[in-house]
């Protein structure tokens, strides 16, 4: 031999071997790292904090994360996720003083009469009767057109969806509101899901 | 009394290296490029260029590293006494694979922009490693594995040209994509390609190093599997420093995470190049043959 040649004779047992062992587990590899990244994953998207706001009663777990703002005069916290884009996707907590004859669809037909004043190109799409654990609630779900209102940004209006959650409390109506650009709604929906399966009012 | 021993003047051989270079031709391709980019930072800051999305000028930049592996690689193999094969072939086949498996799957099913920026540093390095970081090295790995392995590996420099063509095809795909989708300024584009030719180039050529040393050298049966983590770790070792660098800033913010891809991709280079160096010696020795370098 003068220079390197590859001395070696893959067709020997012992190197096939060795190849095939090697080849295997780096397919064994690929598949185990992926796997655990994925679990990694979804433990970082559905990680959550708790939250309790003890004035107002309300209690649950929020996305990690998320931007929280409280204290507002119009809802009681709000979270959005900072990197979501073309829409921040907002879970919101508000209350609304009722009457003790009250119940949650007269709220929701206060909701669809305000709807139009509040939010631009205001459109309900569906109204229906459902649970909140053990608690009677009505959803509402809409949409409507978010623009920017800084007209030096030049951006195109998004069409967001909404979904609005009323249930009673004494003579307060709870509003639990999720809302999404409409094409990322279906995808982030869990994150209101799990807020609904832990918030305590 | 003392015995000294003689050392033995070098042999000059006359008979020519059979082989094209590897590193040298692969250190002016790299070396041409963070030219072009320092060119277009100094360029744009100093208002010669305006530092504008071009979409022309940027498509061409994200070119230039495969006009320089054509020029320094590709030309020169066809001169050398044993050219390498397929090169080429393989650099396409990893532009098909990484467009074609990589990207689809990185951004429908990893999505990393949904949760990697906001994690935590530690999380940062595992959560990238382990998904786009292993993905990437593996459709490296496999572009090479299963081509050019082992029937074409003569030497262990080998590992290193085929890998690092097959890096190069990976990085050119997310290059263009950065171009036509990204919209990016001039100098933001150019810092990007750099970014994405240096690293991907560095970590492909380790794992180069663990084909051409499973092809060439006596490794356990776990030698690959240790290759790729190692590969897929340093991806997200990368990515997790690159955050750090980019919003602390070395200076400037850009600047920083330009400085850290340079770094990163010497020390790999490099120390692959030491190891490949000293092994290839280590193997002259017992087998008692006369090495031409």
Avoid: C
């Amino acid at each position: 031999m003068s220079y390197f040649e590859n001395p070696k004779d893959f067709s020997e047992p012992q190197i096939a071997r060795r190849v095939n062992l090697n080849s295997g587990l780096a397919i064994v590899a690929l598949l185990v790292l992926i796997s655990l990244g994925m679990i990694f994953r979804g433990g970082i998207l559905t990680a959550t904090v708790p939250y309790e706001d003890e004035e107002n009663g309300i209690r649950g777990q929020i996305p990690l994360n998320w931007l929280l703002d409280e204290n507002q005069s119009d809802y009681v916290f709000r979270v959005e996720d900072p990197n979501a884009r073309p829409f921040k996707t907002l879970i919101q907590v508000s209350l609304q003083t009722v009457g003790p004859d009250a119940n949650p669809r007269s709220v929701v037909d206060l909701l669809v009469v305000q709807g139009p004043d509040r939010l631009p190109g205001y459109h309900v799409q569906s109204i229906l009767q459902t649970n909140l654990g053990e608690d009677e609630a009505v959803e509402i779900q809409y949409s409507f057109i978010q623009s920017d209102p800084n007209p030096f940004l030049q951006s195109v209006p998004v069409v967001v969806q909404g979904v609005d959650l009323v249930v009673l409390r004494g003579n307060q109506a709870v509003i639990l509101t999720y809302r999404d650009a409409v094409e990322n709604y279906e995808r982030n929906r869990p994150y209101f899901d799990r807020f609904l399966q832990t918030v305590e009012y | 009394m003392r015995d000294f021993q003689l050392l033995a003047p070098t042999e000059e051989s006359g008979e020519p290296f059979p082989y094209r270079r590897v590193w040298r031709p692969l250190t002016l391709e790299l070396g041409l490029l963070a030219t072009a980019v320092l060119f277009i930072i100094f360029a744009t800051r100093l208002g010669i260029l305006a530092d504008t999305y071009s979409r022309p000028l940027s498509a061409g930049f994200a070119l230039l590293p495969l006009a320089a592996f054509w020029f320094f690689s590709v030309r020169r193999e066809n001169r050398a006494l044993e050219p390498r094969q397929g090169l080429v072939a393989v650099l396409f086949l990893s532009i098909v694979m990484a467009n074609g498996i990589a990207v689809p799957i990185i951004s429908e099913v990893f999505t990393p922009e949904r949760w990697l920026p906001g994690a935590g540093f530690f999380n940062r390095i595992l959560g990238y490693a382990f998904t786009v970081g292993i993905l990437s090295e593996f459709i490296k790995y496999a572009v090479v594995r299963y081509t050019m392995w082992p029937n074409r590996f003569r030497i262990r420099l080998d590992g290193i040209a085929y890998s690092t063509a097959a890096a190069l095809g990976f990085a050119t795909v997310l290059n263009l994509r950065l171009v036509f989708y990204d919209e990016l300024t001039l100098s933001s584009a150019a810092v990007n390609i750099l970014t994405n030719v240096y690293i991907h180039i560095a970590i492909g050529a380790v794992i180069g190093y663990f084909l051409g040393e499973l092809a060439i050298g006596t490794p356990s049966a776990i030698w690959l599997p240790i290759g790729l983590v190692s590969a897929a770790m340093l991806s997200g070792i990368h990515f997790a420093f690159r955050g750090i660098a980019i919003s602390s800033g070395l200076g400037s913010r850009t600047l920083g995470g330009l400085f850290l891809v340079i770094g990163i991709s010497a020390a790999i280079l490099g120390i692959l190049s030491f190891i490949i160096e000293s092994a290839d010696a280590r193997m002259a020795d017992k087998l008692g043959v006369r090495r031409i370098r």
